[in-house]
């Protein structure tokens, strides 16, 4: 069964630093990751994939993440973090050949001016 | 395009009662699911449905109830509310074309069980 883990509950970072927020992930096949963020009081929203091709994924609002195989992680980075990225990120699995799409518990990010 | 639709944005129910959480797409997509969201357990998977006709059990199903008649609709059905159902619930369409494939989700609907 496929599985997604979000070791952190939170994340704290200061302005202008880069950010990590971590995921690892379990399945029995090739994983399509995904990263979506759910800002206060707002529905959730897609900010990036990994399907196949590149090991480094860009997505919206500067966000990037980095698909490693070996470690069966997929960690969400920005270089640069904006106060306006506080919000609960939610990292997410579908193992291929399944249409079940597992989320993990959430990191919320806090950005300190 | 209004998108996915959910309804209502808010109940409260007494324990026992039943109740339908509707759910409505206008982008023809196939796939729609639905999840449950609890603080520190994240969004857990409750049914979906891969088209009109066919759904299937997902993380969290005891308790609910769903159907596709239509690509359209896809409600969710409480069959006798339990505290334990205290929850936000949102409602997802998936576009997946190709390497494409990218989750839509509703605006939710918070619902507590007394």
């Known amino acids: 069964a496929q599985s997604v883990a979000q070791p952190e509950d939170q994340v704290n970072v200061a302005e202008g630093n880069p950010l990590t927020v971590k995921c690892t992930y379990s399945?029995?096949?090739?994983?399509?990751l995904f990263w979506y963020v759910q800002y206060p009081n707002r529905g959730l929203q897609f900010l990036l994939k990994?399907?196949?091709?590149?090991?480094l994924v860009k997505g919206s609002y500067g966000f990037e993440a980095e698909f490693n195989k070996s470690q069966t992680s997929f960690h969400l980075k920005k270089p640069s973090a904006l106060v306006s990225d506080s919000a609960l990120y939610f990292c997410?699995?579908?193992?291929?050949?399944?249409?079940?799409?597992?989320f993990g518990t959430g990191t919320r990010l806090q950005v300190f001016p | 395009n209004a998108g996915v639709t959910q309804t209502p944005k808010f109940q409260v129910l007494k324990t026992g009662q039943s109740m339908t959480l509707q759910c409505a797409q206008d982008?023809?997509?196939?796939?729609m699911s639905w999840y449950r969201q609890d603080p520190g357990m994240g969004l857990r998977l409750i049914h979906y449905?891969?088209?009109?006709?066919?759904?299937d059990q997902g993380e969290v199903p005891n308790g609910y109830n769903v159907s596709r008649s239509t690509t359209e609709d896809f409600p969710l059905r409480l069959l006798s509310a339990a505290p334990s159902q205290t929850s936000v619930y949102f409602c997802?369409?998936?576009?997946?074309?190709?390497?494409?494939?990218?989750?839509?989700f509703g605006s939710g609907t918070q619902l507590s069980v007394l």
């Open positions: 997802a369409t998936t576009l997946r074309t190709g390497s494409n494939e990218k989750l839509f």
């Open positions: 399945v029995s096949g090739n994983p399509y």
């Open positions: 449905s891969v088209g009109a006709g066919i759904t």
């Open positions: 990994y399907i196949t091709g590149d090991n």
């Open positions: 997410a699995v579908r193992d291929y050949g399944t249409d079940k799409l597992i």
């Open positions: 982008m023809n997509h196939e796939y």
